[in-house]
T-cell receptor, first 116, second 111 residues
Framework: DAGVIQSPRHEVTEMGQEVTLRCKPI?????LFWYRQTMMRGLELLIY????????DSGMPEDRFSAKMPNASFSTLKIQPSEPRDSAVYFC??????????????FGQGTRLTVV | AQSVSQHNHHVILSEAASLELGCNYS??????LFWYVQYPGQHLQLLLK??????LVKGIKGFEAEFIKSKFSFNLRKPSVQWSDTAEYFC?????????FGAGTRLTVKP
């Protein structure tokens, strides 16, 4: 398996534009997580899905952020409209429970978003 | 939801020094604990994990961590660091469905 695949790796956009980040989890993993990493806040959990269903989106900063998982192999994180303070590295991770617990979260390479 | 605290934001050590990075969590139930490492420009990778059994867990690259339930802690240690250990280290806690991470500790090892 190629691991968790995120695209694009880098995104530079102007303030006010819509940004869509994409993630393909590891096949067979039924949990998918979106994290945001900044110098100020470290690694923040934004939202996670189980079997394509959003379970906890309390980490989503505001209504400008939305995430979907239309099927088991694809998820998107959308920011509309984008703002400079959204600049960060966005990581997607997937995992699969073993013995009732997460064995490990596998991370993608991340998308570095810069909003100017 | 549970929270994870890493008290050291940036640690600077010389090669061969010993390392201990603190991690505390707030959840009172059964937890699974992890340490991840992020080398410069790379994604997070698993260093070690604890589910049950021996509270002293050994991971890759000479790292180990000790789970102390009474202190809600899972500190990471390495007896002798190397320059190549320069990275950011994240403690993570899994209880139930989600995985929460600490803010991370940046380790700089001077040659």
């Amino acid at each position: 398996d190629a691991g968790v695949i995120q695209s694009p790796r880098h995104e530079v956009t102007e303030m006010g534009q819509e940004v869509t980040l994409r993630c393909k989890p590891i096949s067979g993993h039924d949990y998918l997580f979106w994290y945001r990493q900044t110098m100020m806040r470290g690694l923040e959990l934004l939202i996670y899905f189980n079997n394509n269903v959003p379970i906890d989106d309390s980490g989503m900063p505001e209504d400008r952020f939305s995430a979907k998982m239309p099927n088991a192999s694809f998820s998107t994180l959308k920011i509309q409209p984008s703002e400079p303070r959204d600049s960060a590295v966005y990581f997607c991770a997937s995992s699969s429970p073993g013995q009732g617990a997460h064995t490990e979260a596998f991370f993608g390479q991340g998308t570095r978003l810069t909003v100017v | 939801a549970q929270s994870v605290s890493q008290h050291n934001h940036h640690v600077i050590l010389s090669e061969a020094a010993s390392l201990e990075l603190g991690c505390n969590y707030s959840y009172g139930g059964t937890v699974n604990l992890f340490w991840y490492v992020q080398y410069p420009g790379q994604h997070l990778q698993l260093l070690l994990k604890y589910f049950s059994g021996d509270p002293l867990v050994k991971g890759i690259k000479g790292f180990e961590a000790e789970f102390i339930k009474s202190k809600f802690s899972f500190n990471l240690r390495k007896p002798s660091v190397q320059w190549s250990d320069t990275a950011e280290y994240f403690c993570a806690v899994n209880a139930g469905d989600d995985m929460r991470f600490g803010a991370g500790t940046r380790l700089t090892v001077k040659p």
